[in-house]
């Protein structure tokens, strides 16, 4: 048959891990297609996005810097990306361009397979019951907010750095959803609360800086709380050193980099993805 292409637009996208994920994902269902790596300097991004109408291509991800941007060169994008305002994943259906962000779902399905919420009927994961703490207010934050909104949290605190900057995305994610959101700067303010979920969305730990939480804060939190920094790579970092000393349950991001994974494939082959390949091949 023919051969079929998908690949990863970004600068820089060299150290990807995505074809690693999905090329022994393709091979495993004899889908005859390849992972490319797409490094697209930004006047290049316009000409890129449209090539991907070309016969053959089955889509693309979208990764840095450009999840926000390539939102206008789409014909459709989905309502949780167009939400959100950031498309990871691209979808070239009948030379029309379909955006989708699966980072924020597949956080959601890391987070339920490490134990937490429950699985729907309509296949989503209800965190009810649950309130979270959200370190950070950037791009990854945002997609973590609304996943956590969406997800039926009884309440949510965005911590940041900025104070400015999570007061936005805490008025933003109060646009669509009724949990009460608080925005803080300062953790000496937060009141923690029965099962809680500490998410990491900062960069902080991505070079072995301090933790974005000090322990003295994380040691008031309770003994069932469960501790997320999407940070992936180092797969360990000062936050869930803490949480491990403390006995709390705790993962890095992988598991939510498998997530969006599998379900960015789901989309573009129309198959189930094989999870277990993937989480193999990540872990290899
Ligand atoms: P942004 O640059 O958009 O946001 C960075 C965030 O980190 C801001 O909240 C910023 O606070 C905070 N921050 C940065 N430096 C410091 C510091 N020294 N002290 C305190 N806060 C700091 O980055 P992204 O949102 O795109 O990415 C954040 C992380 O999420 C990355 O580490 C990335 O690896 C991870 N990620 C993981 C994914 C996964 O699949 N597991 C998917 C996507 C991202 P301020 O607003 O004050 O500047």
């Given at each position: 048959g023919p051969q079929l292409r998908v690949g990863l637009i970004g600068d820089p996208v060299a150290h990807s891990f995505s074809p690693r994920l999905q090329q022994p994902a393709l091979d495993a269902l004899g889908i005859p297609a390849t992972y490319e790596l797409w490094r697209t300097p930004a006047e290049q991004l316009l000409v890129r996005i449209r090539a991907l109408c070309q016969q053959g291509c089955l889509g693309a991800n979208v990764t840095i810097p450009y999840k926000e941007s390539v939102l206008p060169l789409l014909d459709v994008v989905d309502p949780l990306a167009a939400q959100i305002g950031a498309v990871?994943?691209?979808?070239?259906?009948?030379?029309?361009?379909?955006?989708?962000?699966?980072?924020?779902?597949?956080?959601?399905?890391?987070?339920?397979?490490?134990?937490?919420?429950?699985?729907?009927?309509?296949?989503?994961?209800?965190?009810?019951?649950?309130?979270?703490?959200?370190?950070?207010?950037?791009?990854?934050?945002?997609?973590?907010?609304?996943?956590?909104?969406?997800?039926?949290?009884?309440?949510?605190?965005?911590?940041?750095?900025?104070?400015?900057?999570?007061?936005?995305?805490?008025?933003?994610?109060?646009?669509?959803?009724?949990?009460?959101?608080?925005?803080?700067?300062?953790?000496?303010?937060?009141?923690?609360?029965?099962?809680?979920?500490?998410?990491?969305?900062?960069?902080?730990?991505?070079?072995?800086?301090?933790?974005?939480?000090?322990?003295?804060?994380?040691?008031?939190?309770?003994?069932?709380?469960?501790?997320?920094?999407?940070?992936?790579?180092?797969?360990?970092?000062?936050?869930?050193?803490?949480?491990?000393?403390?006995?709390?349950?705790?993962?890095?991001?992988?598991s939510m980099l498998l997530h969006q994974g599998a379900l960015a494939f789901e989309l573009w082959t129309n198959q189930p993805a094989p999870l277990e390949i993937m989480r193999a091949a990540l872990m290899r």
């Open positions: 990871n994943t691209i979808v070239n259906r009948d030379d029309y361009l379909h955006g989708y962000n699966t980072d924020a779902p597949g956080l959601l399905r890391a987070l339920h397979e490490h134990g937490l919420g429950s699985l729907q009927a309509d296949g989503m994961i209800s965190l009810k019951g649950y309130t979270a703490v959200l370190l950070g207010a950037g791009g990854a934050a945002r997609g973590a907010a609304f996943a956590l909104a969406s997800s039926g949290i009884e309440c949510l605190v965005i911590l940041n750095r900025s104070l400015e900057r999570a007061q936005l995305l805490a008025a933003l994610i109060q646009k669509s959803y009724e949990c009460p959101v608080f925005s803080l700067s300062d953790s000496n303010f937060l009141i923690p609360h029965s099962s809680s979920i500490i998410i990491n969305a900062t960069s902080v730990g991505l070079h072995e800086e301090a933790s974005p939480l000090p322990a003295d804060v994380l040691a008031r939190f309770n003994a069932d709380t469960f501790v997320y920094d999407m940070i992936y790579n180092p797969i360990q970092t000062n936050l869930l050193l803490q949480a491990r000393t403390m006995e709390l349950r705790a993962a890095n991001g992988l």
